[in-house]
């Protein structure tokens, strides 16, 4: 019941859903006037009420109240639906009819008419409204109330340093902190410091692993509005930046206004120091780097120098051998303890860096950021002598090997080869000279290269850093995941003559031309045993490593080079099979017998490996393996 006609009308439009009111400049609509009064305060400028942990400041109280929370962690609104706690109001998410304008072109759907309207503009291209100074059109009058600030403020503080001006004195001294290098807000959690207070209150939601910006399309959750409205381009398909001379559409205006410059040829960021321009502000920026930094601190033995004293020392372990930080869980020891921990989750599995776009997670952060230029488009890395521009540093420095061809000052006085850096050129000579100064300090093995040494200690560790992104296969080497990748690029077109098995590579049809021919060109030079390809030797000569075998199992008393290869030993005393086929629910003891079972469903065929020989059939490659050896041994 209600005490006036008024109010019975103005609970009638939520019923209805009539919203009379609409906001003139982002045309929001309301069924309530002093709502909409209260709304236009979100776009004057006067903020009066200030958050006393963050400074943040708002319009409203009520925006404050809301915003406490974040801080709090205060959830008031339980849902009756889902019975989840949240600090907003969440329930109109469960009623497929709370979002009842759709738009025809691409189905996506809105709370209020006033979004759809919005929403059109991205179709029609449509920029209503128009900047009276500069004449610069925008789709949204809020945008366009934002760009006007520019022409208002004039840019009176500069900056005695760079020159660069602003239109107030606390932006300049914002901007002072890039050239002090001052980062005066820490996070209390990590100890990470930061320039800006908003930097810190953002990077703080990582510990805290606060989202609360979920997507009505998959329910993911985003730490940021502008990461989720980011997000729902990849469901909608929308890519509403069109470059006007090429007609390529990006999802971020700022990968359109970079686009441009390809056609423009500008290259509006000048380096201060020696007149070289770049299209790419991060370009110059790495590029600063090459002038700011006076590398005084030498090191005594190679003269490599740096710019500060605690990088030489670091440096210097390589040159000791010196590794202080050692793995409590394989007993793998490392030159710094940022290594130690990025080893650490290769055992934990941990992988906290995620894309905030696709939600893919990766263990370094390094990896992330390149992955990320796969949705963006860009290509950050460019080269300074032709510039072409690269997505990663490393496909960079393939490149730049190309202008090193014509540069090529250094040659051996052995072969007459030669190198662009006197450092490949002193790799080189190891060839010639039999040297191989990095020694495996768990079976002795040398090599020229530390790379190399470094790869091998996979072996001993197990460790299998490398991982197919298409279809999660890890391997020890980088060269393997290399050659792997291209079974998803390539089609089988190398056929076997004799059983017409085919292959990807031709390394790989020669290899297995060897089952037919009985060839075993790999010979142990301790024990004279030949074999077939190189990983057999090299499995092979793991056995005359007896100092290596240090995991023995306390049953039997077999001895294991890998503690992985003894808890794989372990299951043939207890009986325990852990891999179990989700097809029939048979158990086996390795994952490498489930794999080999699971083809038998995926083929439909019981047998699947076939002997050359006399065309008898095997469930498994290791029984056709047994069959040949005990059968066909005098072929």
């Known amino acids: 019941m209600f005490a006036k006609i008024s109010q019975f009308k103005g609970h009638y439009m939520v ?30 400028p006067d903020k009066t009420h200030k958050c006393d942990l963050c400074g943040k400041m708002f319009s409203q109280t009520s925006g404050l109240r809301q915003h406490y929370m ?39 759907a809105f709370f209020e008419k006033s979004n759809l309207k919005q929403h059109y503009l991205i179709h029609t291209g449509e920029k209503p409204f128009q900047c009276e100074t500069c004449g610069k059109c925008f789709n949204k009058k809020s945008s366009l109330v934002v760009h006007t600030k520019i022409h208002e403020n004039a840019k009176v503080h500069e900056c ?39 930097t810190v209150v953002k990077h703080a939601k990582i510990h805290t692993g606060e989202k609360p910006f979920t997507c009505d399309f998959c329910g993911k959750m985003f730490a940021k509005t502008a990461t989720l409205k980011q997000h729902y381009m990849i469901h909608t398909g929308e890519k ?20 441009y410059m390809i056609h423009t040829g500008e290259k509006p960021f000048q380096c201060d120091t020696c007149g070289k321009r770049f299209n790419k502000k991060s370009t110059l920026v790495t590029h600063m780097k090459i002038h700011e930094n006076t590398k005084v601190h030498k090191c005594d033995e190679c003269g490599k120098t740096f710019s500060e004293s605690s990088v030489l020392k670091k440096h210097y372990l390589t040159h000791t051998g010196e590794k202080p930080f050692q793995c409590d869980i394989c007993d793998k020891t490392f030159t710094y303890i940022s290594s130690l921990k990025q080893h650490h989750m290769i055992h934990t599995g941990e992988k906290p860096y995620e894309c905030e776009i696709c939600g ?19 290509k950050p890395f460019q080269c ?143 024990c004279g045993k030949k074999f077939r390809s190189v990983s057999g030797l090299w499995k092979h000569e793991k056995t005359h490593f007896v100092d290596v075998k240090i995991h ?42 489930l794999l080999q079972h699971s083809k038998i469903h995926a083929t439909g065929l019981a047998s699947v490996w076939k002997c050359s020989d006399c065309g008898e059939e095997f469930k498994s490659s290791t029984t056709l393996w047994r069959h040949r050896r005990t059968r066909h041994s005098q072929c």
């Open 240 to 259: 509403p930046y069109e470059c006007e001379i090429c007609r390529k559409s990006f999802h971020l205006k700022g990968s359109l206004m970079q686009h």
């Open 384 to 526: 300074s002598d032709c510039g072409k521009e690269y997505r990663s540093s490393s496909a960079l420095r393939k490149h730049k090997r190309i202008h090193f061809n014509n540069s090529k000052t250094y040659e051996c006085d052995q072969c007459g080869k030669k190198f662009a850096e006197n450092s490949h050129l002193k790799r080189h000579y190891m060839i010639h000279t039999g040297e191989k100064p990095f020694k495996c300090d768990v079976c002795d093995k040398k090599f020229t290269q530390k790379s190399h040494l470094k790869e091998h200690y996979t072996m001993h560790t197990g460790e299998k850093p490398y991982e197919c992104e298409i279809c999660q296969k890890c391997f020890n080497y980088k060269s393997s995941l290399t050659k792997h990748i291209k079974i998803h690029e390539k089609e089988k077109v190398h056929k076997c003559d004799d059983c017409g098995k085919t292959f990807h590579y031709p390394s790989a049809l020669k290899q297995h031309y060897m089952t037919h021919t009985g060839e075993k060109p790999y010979k142990c030079s301790e």
């Open 15 to 44: 019923h209805t859903g009539e919203k009379p009111y609409e906001c003139e400049i982002c045309q929001k609509g309301f069924n309530h006037k002093n709502t909409l009064q209260m709304h236009l305060k979100v776009h004057e």
């Open 70 to 108: 974040i801080h709090t962690g205060e959830k008031p609104f339980q849902c009756e639906i889902c019975e989840k706690w949240f600090n907003k109001k969440h329930e109109k998410t469960h009623f497929g009819n709370a979002k009842d304008y759709k738009c025809n072109l691409c189905e996506k």
């Open 552 to 593: 023995k199992c306390e049953v039997c008393q077999k001895i294991f080079s890998k503690k992985e290869s003894l808890k794989q030993h372990y299951l043939t005393h207890t009986g325990e099979r852990p891999y179990e086929c989700e097809m029939c629910e048979k158990r086996f003891r390795t994952k490498s017998a």
């Open 360 to 378: 893919k997670r990766f263990n370094k952060k390094s990896t992330l950021v390149n992955h990320t230029t796969t949705h963006t488009g860009e």
């Open 160 to 198: 005695d340093v760079c020159g660069k001006k602003f239109s107030n004195t606390s932006t300049l001294k914002q901007h002072y902190m890039i050239h002090t290098g001052e980062k005066p807000y820490e996070c209390e959690i990590c100890g990470k410091r930061f320039n800006k207070k908003s």
